[in-house]
């Protein structure tokens, strides 16, 4: 079955480490998202690429990192510098503009 | 600043009864996109409506759009226990390339 697998499911950080969280899809979509949600509250998002090998700021991408060297894979680095990292961190794909996206099952990333 | 806002945040209703969500945005949008997040999961897409049109169906889900006042509704019909969950509206930008999410609505369906 196609889809998007998030690893691990859940996570712990240590002050001052990164962190890096696995996202993949089979689905053959060439755009990837990474969101934040904090409890309560809606998704904003954090990194976002259109294609292979480019990536663009989204609303909150302080603290963050992340590549694309290849189509499957988008991981997410949470770096030291972000402060306040204890969320829920969801991936996403699409096929491209415009159109809806396919969700992981999140990683939950807590601070030691 | 959020694109997007639900209405109500909560809502708690009994099974068979209907539901109706609110979402209203502030800037011109190509698209409306409504998902479901079942507690401790990712979001699952229901429905995208173009600015170009005022209503969409989907089995029991009925979405309408209205440009003028900026806003769309989502109402889903003799509800279920399975129905709990959290509903999102998202706006697509004039690009295409970003979803903005609205806060959410917590329906809670009652057997």
């Known amino acids: 079955d196609g889809g998007i697998t998030q690893s691990p499911k859940y996570l712990f950080r240590k002050e001052g480490q990164n962190v890096t969280l696995s996202c993949e899809q089979n689905?053959?979509?060439?755009?990837m998202y990474w969101y934040r949600q904090d409890p309560g509250q809606g998704l904003r998002l954090i990194y976002y690429s259109q294609i292979v090998n480019d990536f663009q700021k989204g609303d909150i991408a302080e603290g963050y990192s992340v590549s694309r060297e290849k189509k499957e894979s988008f991981p997410l680095t949470v770096t030291s510098a972000q402060k306040n990292p204890t969320a829920f961190y969801l991936c996403?794909?699409?096929?491209?503009?415009?159109?809806?996206?396919?969700f992981g099952d999140g990683t939950r990333l807590s601070i030691l | 600043s959020q694109q997007g806002e639900e209405d109500p945040q909560a809502l708690s209703i009994q099974e068979g009864e209907n539901a109706t969500m609110n979402c209203s945005y502030k800037?011109?949008?190509?698209?409306l996109q409504w998902y479901r997040q079942n507690s401790g999961r990712g979001l699952v897409h229901l429905i995208l409506?173009?600015?170009?049109?005022r209503e969409k169906h989907s089995g029991r889900l009925r979405v309408t759009l209205d440009t003028s006042k900026k806003s769309s509704s989502l109402l889903i019909t003799a509800s279920r226990a399975a129905d709990t969950a959290s509903y999102f509206c998202?706006?697509?930008?004039?690009?295409?390339?970003?979803?903005?999410f609205g806060g959410g609505t917590r329906l809670m369906v009652k057997p």
């Open positions: 800037t011109s949008i190509n698209n």
């Open positions: 689905l053959n979509h060439d755009a």
């Open positions: 996403a794909s699409s096929t491209g503009s415009f159109q809806p996206q396919h």
């Open positions: 998202a706006t697509s930008n004039n690009a295409g390339n970003m979803l903005t």
């Open positions: 409506i173009r600015s170009n049109e």
